[in-house]
């Protein structure tokens, strides 16, 4: 079974950045189309964004012009920029397999303060 591994959360100001990355075993990725999502307690976890193994990217509307995914498939290792961070951004964010996902990883949790 193949385990990911996300980092790069922590604590930042309203309007802030961070960069998120998830790694996965020696060709996980391969062809797969890969994903970002991120969970509140309570809700639902929801899609922040995806890339295609032909680059191309899908953003949630509340991600559009404030977030990037990009992809190293050499490295097994997915990211995400996150800018002009708000609070509402706050959650756990997690990568996964979007079309055919493994056993979801622990996440890495991103706090904004207002």
């Known amino acids: 079974q193949v385990q990911v591994v996300e980092s790069g959360g922590g604590l930042v100001q309203a309007g802030g950045s961070l960069r998120l990355s998830c790694a996965a075993s020696?060709?996980?990725?391969?062809?797969?189309?890969m994903g970002w999502y991120r969970q509140v307690p309570g809700y639902q976890r929801e899609l922040v964004a995806t890339?295609?193994?032909?680059?191309?990217?899908m953003y949630a509307d509340f991600a559009k012009g404030r977030f990037t995914i990009s992809i190293d498939r050499a490295k097994n290792t997915v990211f995400l920029q996150l800018n002009t961070l708000k609070p509402e951004d706050t959650a756990v964010y997690y990568c996964?397999?979007?079309?055919?996902?493994?056993?979801w990883g622990q996440g890495t949790q991103v706090t904004v303060s207002s």
């Open positions: 020696t060709g996980a990725f391969g062809i797969r189309t």
């Open positions: 996964n397999s979007r079309w055919s996902p493994w056993s």
């Open positions: 890339i295609a193994n032909d680059g191309y990217r």
